[in-house]
């Protein structure tokens, strides 16, 4: 590479100055980070994000949307334990029937940069399908579960337990019933929000 830089009179400086307006139109795209990624597929895919430095703005998150939907008073559809503790002060009123709830408190696997989506498994949501579960979800989780691909996620899940679990699946459509064309027929659409705590 040195002998080439020589032979063209190109120092290190000059290739950095490059713009993406400069590349050629046979150079691959320059590739987004992760976060970034995600960001934008999620949000196309309808979701609402909410970024939070510290646990603080995660409990005044959740605050906002329990008052912006009026859900206080309303049964969360809650199957794990650890974020009803996490969560206590809200005294939120849970349910373990999906049918009672207005929405569901829950965490996922993993966070798909690739297309935006949520990959969720029995841990989540035991062995319900996705149309029985309320259709307003609010997500708890964290930056380090954010992968470029599903299979990077399945991989994850394999490596990080003994047991597998089942029911492993995606959520990728955030919008409401009346905004459903074609091609999300069979899809069951979610009102979604992310709480997303930065811990890296």
């Known amino acids: ?69 009026d859900w206080y008073d309303k049964y969360v559809f809650l199957l794990d334990e650890r974020l009803q503790e996490k969560f206590s002060e809200f005294e939120l009123q849970a349910s373990n029937k999906a049918r009672d709830a207005t929405y569901f408190l829950t965490t996922c696997e993993y966070l798909i ?6 990959l969720i498994s029995s841990n989540q949501i035991a062995e319900k399908k996705l149309d029985e579960i309320p259709d307003n979800f609010v997500i708890f989780a964290t930056t380090s579960q954010l992968v470029e691909s599903i299979g990077e996620g399945l991989r ?22 009346e905004d459903k064309d074609f091609l999300t027929y069979g899809s069951s659409s979610k009102n979604l929000y992310l709480l997303l705590l930065e811990d890296l």
């Open 113 to 118: 940069a690739d297309d935006g989506s949520l």
């Open 1 to 69: 590479m040195n002998i080439f830089r020589k032979i063209l009179g190109l120092n290190k400086d000059s290739q950095e100055d490059i713009t993406a307006d400069e590349r050629g139109k046979y150079m691959p795209a320059i590739k987004l980070p992760i976060d970034e990624r995600f960001t934008i597929n999620f949000k196309s895919n309808g979701g609402k994000f909410l970024y939070c430095e510290n646990m603080s703005e995660i409990f005044y998150s959740l605050d906002q949307i329990l008052l912006e939907n």
């Open 156 to 177: 994850g899940i394999k490596n990080k337990r003994d047991k597998i679990p089942t029911n492993i699946t995606t959520i990728k459509h955030f919008k409401t019933a």
